[in-house]
């Protein structure tokens, strides 16, 4: 495994990007909700985004800035997903672009756009003109801890990481900021990511390596089985480093940067389910001996977006045969015959039978933080493995506006 190690600076540890967060007026509590992240130049770049069709206005403006494969900055606002909102959204969303465009210095077509928020609701777009005006003035690299924070909404707390790895005996950093609580089953949640290195890389290998990181972290969690309507993941590789470019799946330099990268979005998705809306308990649900990938993705995902285990999991119920349920409805072929599973290390189910097992135990091991699942479809040498959270009364209080 190529060596990394974690470091402070999110967006803001690899060379040559500046960043800036503020409170420019959409949210009333006065708290940040606007961000502002600049790259010193042009820089290759990629974007997964929502597959929900009634997509936010943001994500198309930014679909159209990576088309070329390259990008030189962001904007993100929070409080309003810019989303139902017709052509004034999507006309807001290029303001939005132009604004930044002006603000950092940097070609109109390059610039990323996210919001994340209330639906169906317009912009303040004059307010957010002037907050990117002023952003401009502030973009720097002294205040990474308050980058985040201008990106988050019911989230309890910034996500965001930074890692330092080797290329070439050179230093070469991958940072990111995160946001997301509720709304999260991505299938690329409200969720919004963004990623810097200075590593150099074609735009065909970025947009490969982050479609991977992104089938393997985002794609493996769900808080509530709500895909969000303004999903983006983005990032920007502006070869500030100094090394010659990666331009194959071949190269020998990718693979420490598919690791750092993979562990940057694991680490951002993992923050996400710990801190899912209302949640107490985090699961890890693991599937084992399916046929194929798609398979066991399938299984583990519907284990996880399943209302009874969430619900148990949340009352410390050991209803272990709601897994069966959740398992046998995930539109996989299976035989329960085959089919052994685990609850919170108990054994419940082999071989087409249930099994005796004390219940004193089974039940205390459900009172702990992390709660796994285990599921071997005995039909293959595949697996997957998914995180979600329990469901609890506080995920609807926090949901009723």
């Known amino acids: ?103 950092a210095g940097v070609p109109e077509g390059d610039v990323i756009v996210g919001s994340t928020g209330s639906i169906g609701v317009q912009l303040p777009i004059e307010t957010i003109e002037a907050g990117i005006a002023h952003l401009g003035t502030v973009l720097g690299r002294d205040d990474p801890e308050s980058v985040p924070l201008g990106i988050i909404t019911t989230d309890r707390f910034p996500k965001q990481i930074a890692v330092e790895f080797a290329v070439d005996g050179v230093p070469v950093c991958v940072g990111a900021i995160c946001k997301g609580a509720g709304m999260i089953c991505p299938q690329m949640a409200t969720m919004l990511c963004f990623v810097t290195t200075d590593l150099a890389v074609s735009p065909t290998v970025l947009r490969e390596s982050l479609r991977r990181a992104v089938g393997l972290s985002f794609n493996c969690i769900s808080v509530d089985g709500d895909m969000s309507t303004n999903d983006t993941v983005a990032i920007l590789a502006n070869g500030l480093a100094g090394h010659t470019p990666i331009e194959s799946g071949d190269d020998p330099r990718l693979p420490a940067f598919q690791t750092a990268l993979d562990h940057c979005t694991w680490e951002m998705a993992r923050q996400i389910v710990a801190n899912g809306e209302g949640m107490t308990k985090v699961l890890v649900i693991r599937v084992t001996g399916a046929p194929t990938y798609e398979a066991a993705h399938a299984v583990a995902r519907r284990v996880g977006n399943y209302l009874e285990v969430k619900a148990a999991v949340y009352w410390e119920q050991f209803n272990w045969g709601r897994i069966c349920a959740a398992t046998g409805s995930a539109g996989v072929p299976l035989d329960p015959a085959l089919t052994t599973i685990h609850f919170a290390g108990t054994k419940v189910w082999e071989h087409g039978e249930p099994l005796a097992f004390d219940r004193q135990p089974a039940e205390a091991a459900l009172k702990a933080h992390e709660i796994e699942i285990a599921i071997d479809l005995g039909s293959g040498e595949q697996a997957a493995t998914a995180w979600a959270c329990d469901l609890s009364p506080e995920y609807v209080q926090l949901n009723k506006v």
């Open 1 to 103: 495994m190529t060596a990394f190690r974690e470091i402070a600076g999110n967006v803001v540890a690899a060379q040559g990007y500046t960043a800036a967060s503020m409170h420019c007026g959409i949210k009333a509590s006065g708290a940040r909700d606007l961000v502002l992240i600049r790259s010193d130049v042009r820089a290759a770049a990629a974007a997964t985004l929502t597959t929900n069709r009634f997509r936010a206005a943001p994500t198309y403006v930014t679909q159209e800035a990576v088309a070329d494969g390259f990008a030189q900055a962001v904007i993100a606002s929070s409080g309003n997903a810019n989303c139902a909102t017709g052509s004034q959204g999507l006309q807001n969303a290029r303001r939005m672009a132009a604004a930044a465009a002006a603000a």
